[in-house]
């Protein structure tokens, strides 16, 4: 699976959208990008994913460029509840595993 | 509530020890998979089980081992516990697809293991 990064930490205003910025320049044709977020110690949360196109869920949209060596996570109106540590994976979806290989992940601090 | 239950929610122990944390999947789901969260390493996962058999393995250690029941529960067995052992452990579960199609993996609570 490709490998991604991430910037380490990022700061929001309440409200206001969030971008949170990931690279995966080694990126293959079959594989996809996935994202998860970790709020303080509790179980990671499934998010949203995509191949190319992109991608809107109730919770996010993910955006990824033309090249597909980068996306870009948009939480359109941040709450202090979005504050968490949010994760960018690559892997492939048909697999015969769907195991996921955490990075460090960006810490997305929501300031009101 | 993502469907996935783990239990305990803590656990004390001694060096040496063992112990056996359990998860239970989300209705449905096949797949288990366990993750280990410490401090310095980050979320590592540990392996998977499919329908009872394991299908993958990641960087776990000779001391633990797991499987998965019949009613699709698992437990993951550690022993011989050291202190570095202590950290967050995490089961997800998923829905695979006919075609081996991998959807989103949905994460208990975890437990979180302290070794003295």
């Known amino acids: 699976d490709a490998k991604t990064t991430q910037p380490t930490s990022m700061d929001c205003a309440e409200g206001r959208a969030a971008n949170l910025p990931c690279n995966h320049s080694?990126?293959?044709?079959?594989?996809?990008v996935y994202w998860y977020r970790q709020i303080h110690s509790q179980g990671p949360q499934y998010i949203i994913h995509?191949?190319?196109n992109n991608e809107t869920n109730e919770m996010a949209s993910l955006i990824i460029t033309e090249d597909r060596k980068s996306s870009t996570l948009i939480l359109p109106h941040a709450t202090l509840r979005d504050t968490a540590v949010y994760y960018c994976?690559?892997?492939?979806?048909?697999?015969?595993?769907?195991?996921?290989?955490f990075g460090q992940g960006t810490t997305l601090q929501v300031k009101p | 509530d993502s469907g996935v239950t783990q239990t305990p929610k803590h656990l004390i122990t001694a060096t040496g020890q063992r112990v056996t944390l359990r998860c239970s999947p989300r209705?449905?789901?096949?797949?288990v998979y366990w993750y280990q969260q410490s401090l310095d390493q980050g979320l590592q996962f540990l392996i998977q089980?499919?329908?009872?058999?394991?299908?993958a393995k990641g960087n776990i250690l000779e001391r633990f081992s797991a499987q998965q029941f019949p009613d699709l529960h698992s437990e993951l067995n550690l022993s011989s516990l050291e202190l570095g052992d202590s950290a967050l452990y995490f089961c997800?579960?998923?829905?695979?697809?006919?075609?081996?199609?991998?959807?989103?993996?949905?994460f208990g609570p975890g437990t979180r293991l302290t070794v003295l």
């Open positions: 209705s449905g789901d096949l797949s």
């Open positions: 994976i690559v892997k492939v979806r048909w697999s015969n595993t769907g195991k996921l290989i």
């Open positions: 997800a579960s998923s829905v695979e697809g006919a075609s081996g199609d991998y959807n989103e993996q949905f």
């Open positions: 995509g191949l190319k």
């Open positions: 080694t990126i293959s044709g079959n594989e996809y």
């Open positions: 089980y499919y329908n009872g058999e394991e299908r």
